[in-house]
């Protein structure tokens, strides 16, 4: 049973600040991915959380109990890092008894756990080796198996499989998930790859430049995005959003870009739903997925017409540039549906997938029809 | 995928292999200077040109420990039946072996290898020790003034010591640390920690900090973090760093000359000075320095393995 909160946590370097007034409640068995970009703070917080960085603000809790003044070694917190950090002068079997030799524990007793999480995680018979002798992902294995021998109080890992190559990426991305469906201990995990975060999370914390973007479930964070950085943080391909405005005619509501002779047709309702999420008709950003823009080889009711820029195929699907007045729209179709750039082809945004932000302060107006 | 060489790379092949033989010849040349004139009849080890060809015998070896005078004539002809055999060889060099009742008297050259030994073995432990404990401080944790600190550590080299060599003379002299072996270990030590703190720091950042912190979090104290992992990890470091201090405190000469004459006297002051009755004895000075030259041999071999092994043999990804 391990509950981990932040509260009002502040981190400087000298005069940077890395974490921003961070709150986060975590809670038991509970897996959270931290999603972010390069530099933004995750690996400090982690750090932080772990007890191998102080923090300037704020207070650190497990299990209710205010941590932040106590040492790494006794807050009881297991770390993987990305660099794997195995001892070279160790074999696999001293490395993963490692922790467990900081306890009282007697030879068998410690013998016996070593076995047990070489089983769960598939490397008994490489327990004799030593770590250069192993391949990248057995290297990773055996620095989670570090990490559980001793049945820690959470599990905290730092890009642990960012090292690998993309199958054995996806293999360990796997593994982790069923681990963690076994053994099921509190675990936060940091990634800057989205489809990671999105494959293992129970909840995504999104972190952009030390401040906590959104934290949610997956599909929570994919659907509800509450501002442009994570609209277009997650997700791939990533999000068009342009400028745009509404127009207003009898029957129904246009969404117009700009350069462009008409607007996308939307149900009326937007506009009291926007204007009750606080939008003041201009500074309006449009969001949309490229598989929410539709597009047809015939004209159609309600669809515009465009011209097909460029075409990127992808072999399962093509990625289409479309010019939209003076923007591009990329959209997802079927492989080899536009046969050529240049092509004219018809367009319409399905109104059920368009996220509406403010432009100026990226805030979405949580408009979804 | 076997290596099937071409014409041009054999030739290439043996070139490189001829050149290694020549480099070694004129690197191994005084070595082999030393070491067979160590074993030669002192007739022959002025010769010019130098006998290669000759009856080995270990007699420089039993005059280089004996304490030794001229016979100032013949000796009787039942006494040198009933000496032993190395006993005859010095009769037959001239001298006779002084004894004191029984016990035959030993020269100064135990006793100075073993100062030697003390010496160079304390100091570089504690150069080593001392360097890599401040290394390691310099490596892990914010020092203020760190680049101003390691400067002036190094810049303690930049003087040629002989420069000091009077003044430390002097200072010595007022404390009664000369011809004391720790007034040598002293100052060995303090030639050898400024390098040793600088090639361990080098050795030390290139352990990754994650080591540590690894075994932090898996309830381990700084301190034995320190010892269980750091320590292992920087083992080829600390063994090259002791084979340098041991090299420079064993062959130093100048201020063992200076500050030793009996007592603490190292080897290298006193196997000149051995030059013998009447003229120089080459072939006993080369036996003294042949013996002289093991350790440092012994030492190195001993090493070789964490000398040659390369920092990056772990299992860290960057
Ligand atoms: N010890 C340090 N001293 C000074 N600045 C630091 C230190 N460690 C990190 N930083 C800075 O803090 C910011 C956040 O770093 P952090 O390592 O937490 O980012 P991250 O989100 O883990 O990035 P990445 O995805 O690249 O690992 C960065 O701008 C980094 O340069
Ligand atoms: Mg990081």
Known sequence: MTHIELRGVQKFFGEVQVIKDMNLVIEDNEFIVMLGPSGCGKTTTLRAVAGLETIDEGDILIDGKVVQHLKAADRDIAFVFQSFSLYPHMTVYENIAFPLRATRQSKAEVDRAVRQVADVLRIAPLLKRRPSALSGGDMQRVAIGRALVRSPKALLMDEPIGALDAKLREEMRTEIKRLHMKQGSTTIYVTHDQVEAMALADRIVIMNDGVLQQVGTPDDVYTHPANLFVAQFVGSPVMNVAEAHVAETASEARVVMPGAAEGFVFPRTLLGRLEAGGAKGDGLALGIRPEGVLVERERREGYLPVEAHIIEPLGSHDIIDLKVGTQMLRARTKAGFVPRPGEKVWVRIDPAQAHFFDAESGRSFGVRL | ?318
Not at chain 2, 80 to 99: S, T
Not at chain 2, 207 to 219: C, N, R, S
Not at chain 2, 254 to 277: C, D, E, H, K, Y
């Open chain 2, 1 to 318: 995928m076997a290596a099937v060489k071409t014409p041009r790379q054999k030739v290439a092949n043996q070139l490189a292999i001829a050149a290694v033989i020549v480099i070694a010849i004129i690197f191994l040349a005084p070595i082999y200077w030393i070491g067979s004139t160590a074993f030669k009849p002192r007739a022959l080890a002025t010769t010019v040109p130098p006998t290669v060809l000759f009856q080995p015998e270990v007699t420089p070896f039993v005059k280089l420990f004996t304490r030794r005078v001229q016979l100032n004539r013949p000796v009787e002809p039942g006494a040198y039946e009933a000496a032993p055999w190395w006993e005859k060889r010095i009769y037959d060099g001239g001298e006779r072996v002084l004894r004191v009742g029984e016990d035959v008297q030993l020269s100064g050259y135990p006793d100075r290898f073993l100062n030697s030994l003390i010496i160079a073995v304390t100091s570089t432990l504690l150069a080593v020790s001392m360097g890599t404990l401040t290394a390691y401080g310099f490596s892990r944790f914010r020092v203020a003034g760190e680049q101003d600190w390691l400067f002036f550590i190094l810049s303690t080299r930049m003087l040629p010591p002989v420069v000091v060599a009077i003044p430390m003379f002097l200072m010595y002299r007022v404390v009664g640390m000369t011809d004391t072996h720790i007034g040598l270990i002293i100052l060995y030590t303090a030639f050898n920690l400024s390098f040793s703190v600088w090639l361990m720091k080098g050795f030390i950042d290139e352990i990754p900090k994650e080591y540590e912190e690894a075994a932090l979090v898996d309830g381990y104290t700084r301190m034995q973090a320190f010892f269980k992992i750091v320590l292992p990890e920087a083992a080829t470091g600390i063994a090259a760093t002791a084979v340098f201090c041991f090299i420079t405190a064993w062959n130093e000469y100048a201020f063992a000359l200076m500050m030793t004459n009996r007592r603490a006297q190292t080897a290298p002051p006193f196997i000149p000075a051995q030059v013998g009755s009447g003229l120089t004895d080459w072939t006993t000075i080369a036996a003294g320095t042949f013996l002289f030259l093991l350790p440092v041999a012994i030492f190195t071999f001993l090493l070789r393995n964490h000398l040659l092994r390369g920092m990056s043999f772990g299992a860290i990804r960057k």
